[in-house]
């Protein structure tokens, strides 16, 4: 009988088997952390351009709002400038937190747009600040809201911002 029974043995420590299995599970590991490391950049990229194209739809709020006040009747004797950009808009960001002083700005959550009306200004807290540069060394990009009596309001940054390497006005 016992010529009949298979023979036990000790399987080696490091066989083929288990080397091929940690190479591949090695393998995974690896493209999972390039992989979320490639997921952090494009939503930083992401971030990076939804500022941009607010910044963008807030000037351009501006240009219509003077345009607007350029086309009324010359008869109105008061015109109501409005010097929130936000209020101007069809419809605000999502992460729009309000009218908020610069003083309480700690309170606002990362990824989002204040106004601040005694300084006249708007202000971006970035949800992920790796790589922001203010020369200030405030977390908040800060943009002023400004402009001649005869011309759209513009909004210019109080500050020489860089974030991902780029230059944020």
């Not at 023979?7 to 091929?20: D, K, Q, Y």
Request: include cysteine.
């Amino acid at each position: 009988m016992a010529a009949n029974a298979p023979a036990l043995r000790a399987a080696p420590l490091l066989s083929v088997r288990m080397v091929e299995w940690l190479l591949v599970t090695a393998l995974i590991v690896t493209l999972v952390v390039v992989f979320m490391h490639q997921v952090r950049v494009v939503q930083r990229q992401t971030e990076l351009a939804a500022v941009r194209s607010t910044l963008g739809a807030l000037r351009t709020a501006l240009v219509f709002q003077y345009l607007q006040q350029q086309t009324q009747a010359k008869d109105q004797s008061v015109v109501i400038e409005q010097r929130n950009p936000f209020e101007l808009l069809q419809r605000r960001p999502a992460n729009y937190a309000g009218e908020i002083a610069r003083h309480q700005v700690a309170d606002v959550p990362p990824g989002s747009w204040v106004f601040d009306a005694k300084c006249v200004c708007i202000g971006y807290l970035p949800q992920d600040a790796t790589d922001f540069v203010n020369p200030s060394g405030d977390a908040m990009a800060w943009y002023q809201v400004e402009g001649a009596p005869a011309s759209p309001l513009q909004i210019t940054p109080k500050a020489a911002y860089f974030w991902q390497g780029e230059r944020l006005n």
